[in-house]
């Protein structure tokens, strides 16, 4: 029977004790829900694109072998200051050297030649001429006069018409050589040709350019540096065969460096050019470089991730370092931090504090005399951390920064600890 008694007991102590539970979560629904609240505040916000890059350098030249032979005092190594004029090396050219010999004797005679056609034919050569004709002509008439002698002949049945056919023969191949040396002595008495003379400078003119190309690749035989610059690539060796074009080394500018850095298509909106940047990296140590964009590529490029499940659309940007580059290097990578906007004085509230409904507008909770209530706002910029109100708030709300997943309109809310905390940067 004490038994039955402690059990019934028991039961109305735990009866008990729930009724007290149900009152108590009672009162605290009662009291609000409790919630962290701020005030807005105004202070400078800044949005900034964080990203890496590499060091590279953009003012750099490839030098080449102008001619071909043997690289002969080229001792430059990567890393060697040079400045422009230096020689660097020199090209072996002796085949040159012979060629250009070989020419000039080529010249000599073709001027030769050229200035016997300008002169004419001499005296001697004339009188010549006319006396070829003379001893033409004394031929011809002598084969005219038995050419007619024959016909006589023929006439009175002396001769045979084969004898007759022979002197006509013989007195065509006369008229013939009369006639060449007539023309040969026109010909010498009228003087030079121009054709003669044109063929003949011609010939020379070629020449002359062919001995202009050999003296400029003696010139360019020996290879001097086109600029100040440091040695960044060495492509030949010392005593190495090199056929024109080939290339010898690389030399930079490592006083204008550039930072390159690829931006993910979601900030890009957010470049301009002039753009203030900084700079740092484990090979800075604590320095910090200021840099500034100076260029955005005009189209964008697609690659794949490591992964190679997801694509990155992104814009190259180019950044000029200022201060001290000694510790950077082309080739280094760095990280980039881009300053994209500033706002002096923007009226701002943590990033989580702003909420959206499904038409995409955007509002904040604020508790208003224990009430919860949707204030609509108009958000411009943002970072990481804040989110600059452009209209909906005057700065004097009581903010509802969380838990806000339970809030409902009108619903009693209760801050979790003291006042309202303001939420600068």
Known sequence: MKKRWWIIGSVVVLLGAGFVGINMMGSQQAMGVPVNIGTPTKSALESKILTSGIVIVEDKQKQYANVN????????????????????????????????????????????????????????????????????QREYDAAKREYDRMN?????????????????????????????????????QKGPRKEDIA??????????????????????????????????GVAADNGQYVNKGTEILT?????????????????????????????????????????QITRIAPI????????????????????????????????????????????????????????????????VWISENGIAKKQKVVTGTENELFSHIKQGLNGDEQIILGPVEALSEGAPVMPMSGGPAPMGM
């Open 69 to 136: 032979g043997t690289l002969r005092e080229f001792v430059v190594k990567e890393g060697d200051k040079v400045k422009k004029g230096q020689v660097i090396a020199k090209i072996d050219t002796t085949d040159v050297d012979s060629r250009l010999l070989d020419l000039e004797a080529q010249m000599e005679v073709a001027k030769a030649n050229l200035a016997k056609a300008q002169i004419g034919v001499e005296p001697e050569e004339v009188a010549q001429e006319r006396e070829r004709v003379t001893q033409a």
């Open 152 to 188: 006589q002949l023929f006439s009175s049945g002396a001769s045979t018409q084969q004898e007759v056919d022979k002197a006509k023969s013989i007195l065509d191949n006369a008229l013939s050589a009369l006639n060449v040396a007539k023309q040969q002595s026109a010909l010498k």
């Open 199 to 232: 063929a003949q400078q011609a010939q020379i003119n070629k020449l002359a350019v062919e001995r202009t190309q050999l003296e400029k690749e003696r010139v360019q035989s020996v290879v001097v540096a086109p600029a100040n610059g440091t040695v960044i």
């Open 251 to 291: 030399l930079a500018n490592l006083d204008n460096l550039l930072i390159q850095a690829d931006i993910n298509e979601s900030d890009v909106g957010k470049l301009k050019l002039g753009q203030t940047a900084t700079i740092e990296g484990i090979t800075l140590g604590k320095q910090m470089l200021n840099a």
């Open 300 to 363: 964008a490029t697609t690659s794949q991730s490591s992964s190679g499940q997801s694509e990155k659309t992104r814009v190259k940007v180019i950044l000029k370092p200022q201060g001290d580059l000694s510790a950077l290097k082309p080739g280094f990578h760095v990280d980039i931090n881009i300053l994209a906007e500033k706002i002096d004085n923007a009226l701002q509230v943590p990033i989580e504090a702003v909420q959206q409904e499904a038409d995409g507008s955007t509002f």
